[in-house]
């Protein structure tokens, strides 16, 4: 891909920056790309939110805003934009979120500033450290001092945690570097090739672009287990795409697999057979036994899904569809009710651990399906942590039945990944809301979830949850039905 209309010598912003260090394809892509190809993200909203949200807890005072608020020594200031030019030669720009008043000199007084950044995850990354680097790099000339420390917060269940991340000379090294890579990158004509760890796709608002492509040229990360590590080493012997994967020989690709340190004995014939059938478009059996052989006699069923914050480790909804026969007489399990269970902090576990085990102790001999491993994890441990039996959990257990798993040792199917979303969207599932994914029904309990239960959010949004909670069920059971009629 070529850039439509070529932006040269473009302003190095802090934006620009975070992007390259993610991905340098993004950034050129923020430069240089069609606006209209970008996807919406409930990621970012949920990152602002939570950035919102440490900040406030950070600095209590209202902030000022601007360059003006700077100059009157507000405890915190946003909206400023600072512009320079580095010894390099190149046009730096940064829009800090929050510059932090402390003790210091500057040129307005007995008082200076420092960068603040919210982080998300656990871990203090380059993208964050070579941000407030370059924001420091502008505000010593902004303020007429020194900046030798920013602050890096993250509002968790435990409180505000605060880090201090010291400007040294080896940081502001690395910055220089940086940027003068970005530089290049963004003055490149042709677009850089796709990024290796195509995980981080997920997130990106270009993924609509990057995943057509990827799927046209027949890309190594297409096929379901290759990730950067395995991609660059099939890219070294010469294997560059699904298709000439497909044509490998395994034994050639196990000797050169083993010699790379690989230990699982059998991965070289999973990758070629995998590429296979994506290059064929055709599916595979892999095991004559039945599939759900605890199916076969049962009345019902239940389908069961979990929406979580991660960052806070809290499973907030249970979601039960119970899937039955109408007619006492009739062949196929067809009416479906659903039953959701919000585990709210003011309750407590104890009362969602009540509600669930009356429904499932109801038709206590129906198996309860659910896709991937997280809920059984998250139902045995929340039965262990309410006091419940070894001899229960075990039973528990038992019930549990992973049907990603199942369709794992089963089938091969022509598709670049066995999630959820991508299995039940290749075999027909439409979910009810348009764009809707797990970080948006967590935007949606967030805005839900408010400040409390006196402080609720707009009440539409914890239907919209319920609504795509009962849809993963349903698609999970869609799945299950595909399968055994396959069977
Ligand atoms: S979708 Fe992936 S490869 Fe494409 S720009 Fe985003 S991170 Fe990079």
Request: aromatic share 8%; with cysteine.
């Amino acid at each position: 891909m070529m850039a439509s209309s070529f932006r040269n010598n473009a302003i190095l912003t802090d934006r620009l920056l975070r992007n390259w260090i993610r991905c340098k394809r993004k950034a050129w892509l923020d430069l240089h790309g069609d606006e209209t190809k970008r996807l919406w993200s409930a990621h970012r909203t949920l990152q602002l939110d939570h950035q919102q949200k440490s900040f406030a807890a950070l600095i209590t005072q209202q902030p000022g805003s601007g360059k003006k608020a700077l100059q009157e020594g507000y405890l915190g200031v946003v909206g400023v934009r600072l512009k320079g030019i580095t010894t390099k030669g190149f046009a730096v720009e940064a829009h800090p979120p929050l510059l932090q008043k402390i003790k210091g000199r500057s040129r307005w007084g007995e008082f200076a500033f420092r960068p603040v950044l919210a982080r998300q995850g656990k871990k203090i990354t380059r993208e964050i450290r070579l941000s407030l680097a370059l924001t420091a790099l502008l505000l010593e000339k902004e303020q007429g001092a020194y900046v030798n420390n920013s602050l890096v917060i993250s509002q968790t269940s435990k409180g505000l945690e605060k880090t201090q991340i010291s400007i040294r000379e080896a940081l502001k090294e690395q910055l220089q570097n940086s940027l003068s890579q970005l530089h290049n990158t963004l003055n490149q004509s042709n677009c850089p090739p796709l990024t290796s760890n195509r995980k981080k796709c997920a997130l990106c608002s270009w993924r609509g672009l990057c995943n057509a492509e990827a799927l046209a040229k027949g890309h190594l990360s297409e096929v379901s287990g290759i990730g950067g590590h395995r991609r660059e080493m099939l890219k070294a012997i010469g294997i560059n795409n699904l298709y000439e994967l497909a044509e490998t020989n395994h034994h050639f690709l196990k000797k050169i697999l083993q010699s790379n340190g690989e230990q699982q004995s059998d991965v070289a014939f999973q990758l070629i057979a995998q590429a296979k059938v994506q290059a064929k478009q055709i599916i595979e059996k892999i095991k004559q036994e039945s599939i759900f052989p605890e199916l076969s006699n049962s009345d019902g069923v239940f389908v069961y899904d979990i929406e979580s914050d991660p960052d806070i480790h809290e499973d907030f909804l249970h979601g039960f569809v119970k899937i039955y026969r109408e007619e006492k007489n009739s062949q196929e399990l067809n009416k479906t009710i659903y039953h959701p269970i919000l585990t709210l902090y003011e309750h407590g576990e104890a009362i969602a651990w009540k509600r669930i085990k009356a429904i499932i102790n109801k038709y206590a001999s129906w198996p309860i399906l659910h896709y991937g491993e997280t809920e059984a994890l998250s139902l045995c441990r929340m039965a262990a942590r309410q006091g419940e039996s070894s001899e229960t959990i075990k039973i528990l257990k038992e019930r549990l039945i992973d049907v990603h798993d199942r369709l794992r040792k089963h089938w091969r199917l022509p598709i670049n990944s066995y999630s959820l979303k991508t299995v039940a969207t290749w075999i027909g599932f439409n979910w009810r809301q348009v764009g809707s994914d797990g970080p948006h029904a967590l935007l949606w309990w967030r805005q839900w979830k408010g400040l409390g239960k006196n402080q609720r959010g707009n009440s539409e949004n914890i239907k919209r949850i319920f609504k795509y909670n009962q849809d993963d069920c349903l698609a999970t059971w869609e799945i299950t039905k595909w399968l055994l009629k396959k069977d």
